[in-house]
T-cell receptor
Framework: AQSVTQLDSQVPVFEEAPVELRCNYSSSVSVYLFWYVQYPNQGLQLLLK??????LVKGINGFEAEFNKSQTSFHLRKPSVHISDTAEYFCAVTSSGSARQLTFGSGTQLTVLP | NAGVTQTPKFQVLKTGQSMTLQCAQD?????MYWYRQDPGMGLRLIYYSASEGTTDKGEVPNGYNVSRLNKREFSLRLESAAPSQTSVYFC??????????????FGPGTRLTVL
């Protein structure tokens, strides 16, 4: 079985400050990892994904994430946030053993303050 | 190219009423999914369809039925709605790659309230 833990349910940060949203996963087989963003009253949009290769993955809107197999983590980072980054962020995992099942974390609400 | 579309956007039901949520995708994906989103719980899989003609239960299937009408359309039915089914429902589709990765594309959601 696979699972995802997002350690922070809410992250407030001031505009232009850096931010890190934490995600840890558990799986006994090879994993594929995703970060999705959900703006208010909208569906989920893919930010970035790790399938294989380089452990540092760059996504849209200046976000990046690093896959760390030894720590089973896939933390999301942005060096300087904008008001428009205010949204809920979901980490998700699927694995080679259960490709049909995308398991989501409980989400992190990022609020960027002026 | 509309991606994944869902109807209706909002719905209010009384306990015991039935309704069908509609979903369609124009990306020629084989796999389609229904999720519910509740505060603090992320998204939970209700049912999925790996390909036309097949459906399987997800994590929380009780109280729901699905139909994969054709490759484009996947509907979710509540036969007798209960207040516990008040939620936001998302449909998604994907084409699972050769490596097994499952990048899913989501619709805008249906906000359902059961009184």
């Amino acid at each position: 079985a696979q699972s995802v833990t997002q350690l922070d349910s809410q992250v407030p940060v001031f505009e232009e400050a850096p931010v890190e949203l934490r995600c840890n996963y558990s799986s006994s087989v090879s994993v594929y990892l995703f970060w999705y963003v959900q703006y208010p009253n909208q569906g989920l949009q893919l930010l970035l994904k790790y399938l294989s290769g380089s452990t540092l993955v760059k996504g849209i809107n200046g976000f990046e994430a690093e896959f760390n197999k030894s720590q089973t983590s896939f933390h999301l980072r942005k060096p300087s946030v904008h008001i428009s980054d205010t949204a809920e962020y979901f980490c998700a995992v699927t694995s080679s053993g259960s490709a049909r099942q995308l398991t989501f974390g409980s989400g992190t609400q990022l609020t960027v303050l002026p | 190219n509309a991606g994944v579309t869902q109807t209706p956007k909002f719905q209010v039901l009384k306990t015991g009423q039935s309704m069908t949520l509609q979903c369609a995708q124009d990306m020629n994906h084989n796999s389609m999914y229904w999720y519910r989103q509740d505060p603090g719980m992320g998204l939970r899989l209700i049912y999925y369809s790996a390909s036309e003609g097949t459906t399987d239960k997800g994590e929380v299937p009780n109280g729901y039925n699905v139909s994969r009408l054709n490759k484009r359309e996947f509907s979710l039915r509540l036969e007798s709605a209960a207040p516990s089914q008040t939620s936001v429902y998302f449909c998604a589709s994907s084409e699972i790659g050769l490596a097994g990765a499952n990048e899913q594309f989501f619709g805008p959601g249906t906000r359902l309230t059961v009184l």
